[in-house]
């Protein structure tokens, strides 16, 4: 019995410690994070045994415009440069994902008929566009056929596994060592907004197509000393995780397309005429964009069809992908951009269906990324930079970017026209994608592993350069107020979760963490300091390949400041900022003056409440001491405040017992506030106090998020002020994603809002509506 009551007490022993340890929010990061090493050093930078494999391609590959489909061939050469012996080599091969029984496919899942019944306000509802693509998956032709795989000759022994494929080799590659082998496939190319996923092509009335082709080839799964052969499926959501290397790819098409791609044309004297030869060379040097192929040019290639083909020869020199684009349709501008070691072209490819507004924004938007990228993180090293309006929504690839948005065309008049949000919806896109050359596609993090290493970081710059576009740009993400309604939800993952498992990408991947690092710019660290360690964190991992733990040391090391608190609270749980002022209290030093602290006392009992009772005895309730004044004597005459002689006397006795600095704090005349803040949220964050003073002036001070250190739940702060406090408001710049703002001030305010006001519906009239006539139909267009 004692054992067990003994057994007992341990056991509520240990768990009073866990949570005690739960509930520090300031524990240090090291029980989370790997163990430093040679190759991954304690501050976050690559060690001196740092090391990645490279993969170099070259190849080629034929587009079938009648058949939309690809067929290529080509050697990959693969470098071992790690100090591990392989027997067996893993390669991406994408293009399975569109098979009909691929994993993308089988575990798809559709939204509940609650949700579908909430959407349309019916019953029972389903988009068009999703019925189709539930039945075109299950009919397309989709996937990679392999249709030789050698090595000197010799076949390889292979096996394939959905969207990878196994390379048994012979003799295993020995550390430092090389290993070539030839590859060809062929596979057809999805349409894009049938079946959609990055890649694919858009067809058009006039019946000319558009190509955006990527995840194209077999590429080479990523090798890494944390992870091993990075080959998780490809099941749609986690994006690529890729080695460098140089590319040589020729390209052949039909003879009147126009081919966007990874790096630089190399036969450019035999695709292109000799006027657009030289609009192309009068660009690299132009400060505005210079149209490469015209609207006109394209309108015309448009009318024919070519039965001839030419070939496009591109190279591309430590690269870690390569896509392309190809379409007769194409307009091409062009506007040269070089400052510092950066000097490269900026390029446009779009239809006709996309101007105006890709003719004005779309290359002007290519040079603002990267002016304001290389000012956050590193020089752009690349040739060109380009932006491909078609299919695709968004998505990127190095030098390459396939964007969305198109003005609209007006029925009536037939003149383009595009919203606000088409504006600057493009605009935004644009500055994404081609950020990505950036995050991922240079600081080449694990794509497939974490989502938000690319994705979050690449949005947070991506908002810097929203917001020195213009003023009062309508940024989506990276301003904290715009994340709180996901903070505050219950369908919440820690930002820390492989992307694959995450059920609110956008939120989770793009906006939290975009919103943490602005966060942490303004709020906690400053600019200055966090400019120099995000910079460092840039440079250091450049053509090589940081985890999260690499990004969370860096920005430590470089920055003098202890961030566990930080990277835990925002990154490794759901926890939202909520900080409640619960209340304050004014506090008043005596000044051993009785005369003074008196009257004090005084004025406050006199600026008490007056009871109902004595409001209602005033002028008519008789009082027997008025009718006889014989009944009054020194107490009626003085009262708790009247200041005797030995008071007097003891408060002189007293001050003259202070030293001369005791003295003169007592004359300071300071006004003291207790502060009561509640952090109702979870997340410790600093506080950012607007005090509001009886003379009408404000006043902000900044605590740091070390307050909570102690306690993590409630603090109470002094506030030594020079003048009376009035007010006081938490987060008066909205600056910490504060989820719940209407308990951060003192005295709490009243939340204004608006009501609408509408009539009656009048009930559906079922006899009226049966007699109403058939409209007649118009002809499809």
């Known amino acids: 019995m004692k054992l067990t009551t003994l057994a007992a007490l341990c056991l509520v022993a240990a768990s009073a410690n866990a949570a005690t340890i739960a509930d520090d929010k300031f524990r240090q990061l090291e029980e989370l994070l790997p163990t430093p090493t040679t190759i991954r050093t304690a501050s976050g930078a690559p060690g001196h045994a740092y090391w990645q494999q490279r993969a170099d391609y070259k190849m080629r590959a034929t587009l079938d415009e009648s058949a939309r489909a690809i067929t290529g061939s080509g050697t990959v050469t693969y470098h071992n440069n790690s100090p591990d012996t392989l027997s067996y080599l893993w390669v991406q091969l994408d293009q399975n994902m569109f098979r009909a029984d691929s994993d993308n496919r089988t575990i798809a899942t559709q939204p509940s008929r609650d949700a579908w019944a909430q959407a349309k306000g019916e019953a029972d509802g389903l988009k068009f566009e999703a019925l189709r693509y539930m039945l075109e998956t299950r009919t397309f032709d989709g996937g990679v056929t392999i249709d030789s795989l050698t090595s000197g000759g010799r076949p390889l022994r292979h096996m394939i596994n959905r969207t990878m494929m196994r390379i048994d080799l012979d003799r295993p590659l020995k550390p430092g060592a090389t290993f070539s082998f030839d590859v060809s496939w062929r596979f057809k190319v999805p349409e894009t907004t049938v079946l959609g996923r990055r890649m694919g092509f858009e067809r058009f009335k006039d019946g000319n197509d558009i190509f955006e082709i990527a995840q194209w080839f077999p590429r080479m799964a990523a090798y890494y000393d944390t992870y091993g052969w990075q080959n998780k499926q490809y099941l749609g959501s986690g994006e690529f995780t890729l080695e460098f290397g140089d590319y040589d790819v020729a390209l052949t098409v039909p003879a009147d397309h126009i081919v966007a791609a990874t790096g630089e044309l190399q036969n450019a004297g035999a695709v292109l005429t000799s006027t657009q030869l030289e609009r192309l060379a009068r660009a690299k040097t132009a400060t505005a964009p210079v149209v490469i192929v015209t609207q006109q040019e394209a309108e015309a290639a448009e009318k024919g069809r070519s039965s001839a083909t030419r070939t496009w020869h591109f190279k591309a020199k430590n690269v870690r992908d390569f896509a392309f684009a190809s379409s007769r349709k194409f307009i091409w501008d062009a506007q040269g951009y070089k400052k510092d070691s950066t000097d490269t072209v900026a390029m446009s490819y779009y239809p006709k269906e996309a101007n105006p507004l890709w003719g004005q924004y779309s290359t002007q938007a290519v040079v603002h990324t990267i002016d304001q990228y290389n000012k956050y993180s590193l020089d752009y090293p690349y040739p060109v930079a380009i932006s491909v309006n078609g299919p695709v929504g968004g998505m990127e690839y190095p030098m ?12 009536k008049s037939g003149a383009l026209t595009y919203s606000k949000a088409t504006k600057y919806g493009l605009i935004s896109v644009i500055i994404h994608e081609v950020g990505h050359n950036y995050f991922p596609m240079i600081v080449n993090s694990d794509e497939r592993q974490w989502t938000w290493m690319d994705e979050g970081l690449n949005s947070f710059l991506q908002y810097l350069a929203e917001q020195a576009w213009e003023e009062h740009y309508p940024s989506n993400r990276g301003d904290p107020k715009n994340i709180t309604a996901y903070m505050r939800s219950s369908d919440q993952q820690p930002i820390m979760t492989n992307g694959e498992s995450v059920t609110q990408v956008g939120p989770n991947a793009y906006g939290k963490p975009a919103t943490a690092l602005n966060v942490l710019r303004e709020t906690v660290l400053g600019r200055e300091l966090f400019d120099f360690a995000f910079r460092e964190y840039a440079q250091r991992w450049k053509f090589k390949r940081p985890t999260p733990a690499d990004l969370f040391r860096t920005m430590e090391d470089a920055s003098g400041t202890d961030l566990d608190w930080f990277w835990r609270g925002w990154f490794y749980t759901t926890d939202a900022v909520d900080i409640s002022i619960d209340g304050i209290t ?38 027997r001491v008025d009718a006889h004044p014989e009944l009054k004597d020194f107490y009626n005459q003085n009262d708790d405040f009247t ?3 030995k008071a007097r006397n003891k408060a002189a006795d007293e001050v003259a017992d ?33 005090i509001q003073l009886a003379s009408g002036k404000k006043q902000i001070e900044r605590i740091p998020a070390e307050i909570w250190r102690h306690d993590a739940r409630k603090v109470t702060k002094l506030l030594v002020l020079d003048d009376a406090m009035t007010g006081l408001l938490q987060d008066p710049f909205l600056e910490t994603a504060d989820i719940d703002t209407s308990n951060n001030g003192w005295p709490r305010k009243v939340a204004p809002s608006r009501v609408e006001l509408f009539k009656t519906r009048t009930p559906d009239d079922m006899m009226k509506d049966y007699a109403t006539p058939i409209k007649a139909v118009k002809d499809a267009k």
Not at 401 to 410: E, L, V, Y
């Open 586 to 623: 004014e506090m008043h030093i005596g000044a051993k003056d009785p005369d003074l602290d008196q009257a004090w006392k005084k004025a406050q009992r006199d600026a008490e409440p007056v009871s109902i009772t004595d409001q209602r005895n005033q002028g008519t309730l008789a009082r």
């Open 643 to 645: 200041v005797t002689n």
């Open 658 to 690: 202070l030293e001369d600095w005791q003295k003169a704090l007592l004359k300071q005349g300071k006004h003291l506030y207790l502060v009561d803040i509640s952090n109702k949220g979870g997340l410790v964050s600093p506080l950012i106090l607007e």
């Open 400 to 411: 390459l970017s396939f964007n969305g948005r198109r003005p609209t065309k007006d029925e």
